[in-house]
């Protein structure tokens, strides 16, 4: 017994002290000291290079009177005090709390580091960490960052292990709680019959089975069912989960996390770099990005990890260059203008008055309805005269036709003309009572607008189109039609029709769309006497594309933008990195400040640093703003950096985002 006191003694012991180290570690953790850090990581900007680009540790850069300069790398040496040259210096850590970064595309990456000391690592603990990006007002919780002590990930591993253990007590198969063998003894010695079906794969119903021995299968398997057993599995059932609860306080999760990983607990610090995609959106000029978190021990929360102070990701987007002067066009405008539409209106058969209950009618008429109330209130145009063009589908004698179809266009301008009495009357209803500065009624001016009934007879023309793109009509069918359409006697051709067989077809399916009614609206604008006027109106398409470019939709903007080939086309193309089309534009253009420095930016991409460095200073002289806006450019502040450009000093100042 005493080795076993001795051993549970010191187990004991060994617990004590462990729990003691976790307070005090805990209590350091509460004071500030050690604390989990969000910094970025390295600043070192890498565009996306399409050729091999040779570095240079001097360039040598001639300015506009010819004074050459020469800029190189270099750092300050300590000892000395001097600039020397150097290979570009590789921080593993950035202390800064904020960063320029590009977005191409319309995303961005928010790049970070989330920093455990080792001093804040516990084998007993889960730490859980959760960054928020609050952008535009909005916060988000990104996917959280769970890293896990080896005893706290075996804690849960046992509390799994006991679950599956009391699952593997819960008993499937029903049939376990039978006693066969019993079962089987008692119908051998008192129903042989029923003992003999043993072997024998022959279906016995329930009916058939209670008829022949007097009591049913189910009962006699319910008499040799040891209940009690299946009762205490039905129970472990209806336990699943609270004993799930019981024994997997804590589940290990794997989805919508960053990391779940198990830490040694020795050693240094543990360092995770997040990268974060998100997709801008219009007036997107900053992201922060705040970090808290939690300390559990099993299901217990120890601590509660408050937020850090926030890392800033200033987003530079091509789309900021966009030029957003507005573009105009040349334009003709037409003193007299037109509208057409087409309606199918169904008649009675050799009958030209208009029935409304009639097919769709109704719809029809309601529709070109409609078509005049607008166009009465609209207030560029006014209507001059509508024709009413009618025609008739080709069954009966051609004279008829040619009568029905005038007669129905008569009987359509004639319902219309009422109409539009109706819609004066209620447009004068809706606009109310209007006086003039004398305080006289001013009573609005009616004009009578004239309808001109045409028509057209047999429209075989339109049933040519019908029967050409007809599906259920065969080649062999179309054939024939062409064949008889050659007919020059119309009556004739329709007789010789009839005979064929696809003609009850076309009486059924295409003839009721030749007998329909088009309507020309011939209008004027207001007070225009000319009939022509040469103008310049704002180019729509054009100012399209330079929304989409504010939006960063560089696809949508390409598309409108692509046959201008200006200074806008070439900010499209290079926020789909497609840089060689950008330059192609921009070098047959002349060398502005914003040519100068959209050159730079591509110069830089394509890795000729000479030329980005010779090209960005160029626009400051021109333009002292790109001083500033190069900080925000990736591809332009790696190069202020390096070169010491523009009085660069080392330090690096937020940009302004107002």
């Known amino acids: 017994m005493k080795p076993n006191i001795v051993l549970i003694g010191t187990l004991v012991a060994l617990a004590l002290i462990s729990s003691c180290a976790s307070q005090r570690k805990l209590a350091a953790i509460k004071s500030g000291d050690p604390a989990a850090s969000l910094v970025l990581g390295k600043d070192v900007y890498v565009p996306e290079i399409k050729e091999a680009k040779t570095l240079r540790d001097t360039l040598r850069i001639k300015d506009d009177d010819g004074t050459e300069l020469i800029l190189m790398k270099a750092i300050l040496d300590e000892d000395s005090g001097e600039m020397v040259a150097t290979e570009t210096l590789e921080a593993a850590r950035v202390t800064a709390r904020f960063r320029n970064i590009a977005e191409r595309h319309g995303k961005v990456d928010l790049a970070f580091q989330i920093i455990v000391p080792a001093a804040m690592q516990d084998s007993k603990w889960q730490l859980r960490f959760y960054p928020d990006m609050y952008m535009l007002g909005d916060v988000e919780r990104l996917e959280p960052v769970v890293i896990t002590g080896n005893s706290y990930r075996k804690a849960q591993l046992r509390g799994y292990q006991q679950y599956e253990r009391f699952l593997s007590r819960i008993v499937s198969d029903t049939t376990r709680f039978i006693n066969v063998k019993s079962l089987e003894i008692f119908l051998k010695r008192n129903i042989p019959l029923l003992y003999a079906f043993k072997t024998d794969s022959t279906f016995v119903s329930d009916e058939q089975f209670y008829t022949m021995y007097g009591v049913s299968e189910q009962q006699a ?44 607990g020795k050693g240094g610090d543990f360092i995770y770099n997040y990268v974060q995609t998100i997709v801008t959106r219009p007036r997107l000029r900053k992201v922060d990005i705040v970090l808290s978190g939690d300390i559990y021990e099993s299901d217990n929360r120890l601590y509660r990890i408050p937020e850090s102070e926030p ?34 209106i169904d008649f009675k058969v050799g009958k030209s008055n208009i029935d409304l209950s009639m097919g769709n009618n109704r719809r029809e008429l309601g529709r070109i309805r409609r078509i005049l109330a607008a166009l009465l209130d609209n207030d560029t145009y006014l209507l001059d005269s509508i024709i009413v063009t009618a025609s008739a589908s080709p069954e009966g004698r051609e004279s008829l036709n040619w009568r029905l179809s005038r007669a129905r266009s008569e009987s359509i301008s004639k319902y219309l003309d009422d109409q539009i009495k109706v819609l004066q009357d209620s447009l004068d209803r809706a606009r109310g009572l209007s006086y003039d500065a004398s305080g006289r009624l001013v009573r609005h001016e009616r004009v009578r607008i004239p309808f001109v009934s045409r028509y057209k007879g047999e429209d075989w023309d339109r ?113 789909l990195d497609r840089d060689r089309s950008a330059m192609e534009i921009l070098s047959k253009m002349k060398p502005t400040a914003p040519v100068n420095y959209l050159m730079a930016i591509l110069y830089s991409r394509l890795g000729d640093e000479q030329e980005a460095v010779s090209r960005y200073l160029q626009s400051c002289r021109e333009e002292p703003s790109y001083v500033h806006r190069g900080n925000l450019d990736p591809e332009i502040s790696q190069l202020i950096k390096t070169y010491r450009l523009n009085g660069y000093d080392g330090e690096e100042t937020p940009p302004d985002t107002d």
Do not use: W
């Open 311 to 344: 890392l800033t990701f200033y987003i530079s987007s091509v789309s900021g260059l966009t030029d957003q002067t507005e573009r105009y066009v040349s334009k003709v405008i037409e003193r007299h203008a037109d509208a057409n539409t087409t309606s199918n």
């Open 221 to 264: 398997i319910e008499h040799y069912t040891n209940k009690r057993a299946r009762s205490v599995n039905e129970r472990r059932k209806e336990k699943l989960d609270e004993m799930y609860r019981r024994y997997v306080k804590v589940p290990i999760v794997t989805e919508g996390i960053r990391l779940d990983t198990v830490m040694v």
């Open 463 to 575: 049933l040519d189109i019908l029967v050409d793109g007809d599906d259920y009509l065969t080649e062999g069918d179309k054939s024939r039609y062409d064949l008889l359409r050659r007919v020059p006697d119309l009556d004739g051709r329709d007789e010789l029709l009839a005979r064929e067989r696809f003609y009850q077809y076309l009486r059924d399916e295409l003839y009721p769309k030749l007998r329909n009614v088009a309507f020309d609206f011939h209008m004027h604008r207001k007070d225009m006497v000319k009939d022509t006027i040469h103008t310049t109106v704002l180019d729509s398409t054009y100012m399209r594309g330079v929304n989409a470019l504010l939006n960063m939709d560089y696809e949508a903007a390409l598309a409108l933008l692509r046959p201008y080939e200006d200074f806008n086309t070439a900010i499209a193309y290079m926020g």
